[in-house]
């Protein structure tokens, strides 16, 4: 079975920092553009960053920008998320998510491969 | 950034009913369109990419339509298992934007 499985959500204070991992099983994602997005409770998706395969190139939403760093270990299949100087509202599930295709200069962006997703908590 | 929007916000439906959901770019994307299912306490999942292609598994009942900035998304004969909340996601250009999602929810 192919999955994505996040993990290292937890509590937090305000000001604080987390890693947050994202392992793959079943297939290779080392030629796939890997993302996360976010959904705060009750509310949207709201996509966070995407790290390229060969992980030289990242883009990132405004909202995290400067605050959120993404990276990745193809030996291990796994990609990170660094969270730091974390805010209230950056309270959410976390999600990783799979490009629906290899690449990264093609324009289509789509995922077709979601993990569980890890919960997040920021508060004093 | 691109903005998306999504009609209705909310639909009640039956098993059976025919569904339709808009979803709208602040801009052009071609067909660079996705939607996505969601059903509560779990992670999204892929129906529909470039704004007409099937993902493989998803039933035939689903199809989408649209191109530019005005797209579509059909349920032809809701299920039971289609009760649950919908997302476009525009995959044009960064930042990717999702809608703000529309609830399918019993009559």
């Known amino acids: 079975e192919v999955k994505l499985v996040e993990s290292g959500g937890g509590l937090v204070q305000p000001g604080g920092s987390l890693r947050l991992s994202c392992a793959a099983s079943?297939?290779?994602?080392?030629?796939?553009?890997m993302s996360w997005v976010r959904q705060a409770p009750g509310q949207g998706l709201e996509w966070v960053s995407v790290?390229?395969?060969?992980?030289?190139?990242?883009h990132y939403a405004d909202s995290v920008k400067g605050r959120f760093t993404i990276s990745r270990d193809n030996s291990q299949e796994t990609n990170f998320l660094q969270l730091s100087s974390l805010r209230v509202e950056d309270t959410a599930v976390y999600y990783c998510?799979?490009?629906?295709?290899?690449?990264?200069?093609?324009?289509?962006?789509?995922?077709?491969?979601w993990g569980r997703g890890t919960l997040v908590i920021v508060s004093s | 950034d691109i903005r998306m929007t999504q009609s209705p916000s909310s639909v009640s439906a039956s098993v059976g009913d025919t569904v339709s959901i808009t979803c709208r770019a602040s801009q052009v994307i071609s067909n660079l369109l996705a939607w996505y299912q969601q059903k509560p306490g779990r992670a999204p999942s892929l129906l529909i990419y470039a704004a007409s292609s099937l993902q493989r598994g998803v039933p035939s009942r689903f199809s989408g339509s649209g191109s530019g900035t005005n797209f579509t998304l059909t349920i032809g004969g809701l299920q039971p298992e289609d009760f649950a909340t919908y997302y476009c996601q525009q995959g044009n250009s960064f930042p990717f934007t999702f809608g703000p999602g529309t609830k399918v929810d019993f009559k």
């Open positions: 998510a799979k490009r629906h295709r290899r690449g990264w200069l093609q324009s289509d962006f789509f995922f077709d491969l």
């Open positions: 790290i390229s395969g060969s992980g030289l190139y990242t």
């Open positions: 079943g297939m290779s994602v080392s030629s796939y553009a």
